[in-house]
T-cell receptor, first 115, second 107 residues
Framework: SAVISQKPSRDICQRGTSLTIQCQVDSQVTMMFWYRQQPGQSLTLIATANQGSEATYESGFVIDKFPISRPNLTFSTLTVSNMSPEDSSIYLC????????????FGEGSRLTVL | AQRVTQPEKLLSVFKGAPVELKCNYSYSGSPELFWYVQYSRQRLQLLLRHISRESIKGFTADLNKGETSFHLKKPFAQEEDSAMYYC?????????FGKGTMLLVSP
């Protein structure tokens, strides 16, 4: 299994600012994903982080708002840009190994509060 | 499009009672389904997957393609089972989650 670390674990941000969340995996994973979990809601996939190329975004999410990097197999960042209170959420990094089976491993999440 | 429905936001039972957390899905292909669990102050983790047909912590889930369901069951609930449970469907490469059901097991 993979252990996924995220930081910051939580932050309080001002409207209009941007914050970058870092995700580190302790072993190589073939795929990495970023999810958002808004209060009282389920997990919504933001994008698939592709190594060395642009992320693949889901409907409703755009690169200008959520730029993502993945310079290598074990590290990715998600930036939440020009934040508004609606961006207050838990952001989760996840990864899937190469052995198939579909299991995702999750980080502990980054809880952002935008004032 | 793929969709996962968990109709109950909250399920409250007494210790020793049977538990069934409902999950229905919509998917045009051959589904791959999972149950994830999040205990208080812990990260989301895999509980079980339909492919392995295993029983984890006394929980089982059977895929019923006719009813497009993947309900999670346990014959005798324990207090430590209290957690948030998410049903998830794997499409081509991504995982779609249901809204989750909070299970509360009272002594």
């Amino acid at each position: 299994s993979a252990v996924i670390s995220q930081k910051p674990s939580r932050d309080i941000c001002q409207r209009g600012t941007s914050l970058t969340i870092q995700c580190q995996v302790d072993s190589q994973v073939t795929m990495m994903f970023w999810y958002r979990q808004q209060p009282g809601q389920s997990l919504t996939l933001i994008a698939t982080a592709n190594q060395g190329s642009e992320a693949t975004y889901e409907s409703g999410f755009v690169i200008d708002k959520f730029p993502i990097s993945r310079p290598n197999l074990t590290f990715s960042t998600l930036t939440v840009s020009n934040m508004s209170p609606e961006d207050s959420s838990i952001y989760l990094c996840s990864g899937r190994g190469g052995g198939g089976g579909g299991e995702l491993f999750f980080g502990e999440g980054s809880r952002l509060t935008v004032l | 499009a793929q969709r996962v429905t968990q109709p109950e936001k909250l399920l409250s039972v007494f210790k020793g009672a049977p538990v069934e957390l409902k999950c229905n899905y919509s998917y045009s292909g051959s589904p791959e389904l999972f149950w994830y669990v999040q205990y208080s102050r812990q990260r989301l983790q895999l509980l079980l997957r339909h492919i392995s047909r295993e029983s984890i912590k006394g929980f089982t889930a059977d895929l019923n393609k006719g009813e497009t369901s993947f309900h999670l069951k346990k014959p005798f609930a324990q207090e430590e089972d209290s957690a948030m449970y998410y049903c998830a469907l794997k499409g081509y490469s991504t995982l779609t989650f249901g809204k989750g059901t909070m299970l509360l097991v009272s002594p």
